[in-house]
């Protein structure tokens, strides 16, 4: 059983950044791909972006490509979201997921979430 937590969400102003980290413990990390998706009031929950570490594969979905950069430590067992040039609707509840199943939409994992705000 794989535990996911997030940590590093806040309030930030737009232009801002922002670094979530998400620490994993239980599973195989570098057989895990590891993911973050958010999820604003209202919406849909959202696949931000998704990390895997053999074969290597990154995805961003376009909404964040360019100012989003995910980035895992096997030694560590965590992935983090750097989160650049932040705007309002960038809004939401921050989620880590993982699945073993080599799969984009399908996670078998989630983390509790971590809010973050982007206003002046």
């Known amino acids: 059983q794989v535990q996911l937590v997030e940590s590093g969400g806040g309030l930030v102003q737009p232009g801002g950044s922002l670094r979530l980290r998400c620490a994993a413990s239980?599973?195989?990390?570098?057989?895990?791909?590891m993911a973050w998706f958010r999820q604003a009031p209202g919406k849909e929950r959202e696949l931000v972006a998704a990390?895997?570490?053999?074969?290597?594969?990154?995805y961003y979905a376009d909404s964040v490509r360019g100012r989003f950069t995910i980035s895992r430590d096997n030694a560590q067992s965590t992935v983090d979201l750097q989160m650049d040039s932040l705007n309002p609707e960038d809004t939401a509840v921050y989620y880590c997921a993982a699945t073993a199943r080599n799969s984009l939409h399908t996670y078998d994992y989630w983390g509790q979430g971590t809010q973050v705000t982007v206003s002046s």
């Open positions: 990390s895997r570490y053999w074969p290597e594969y990154t």
């Open positions: 239980g599973g195989a990390f570098t057989s895990l791909l």
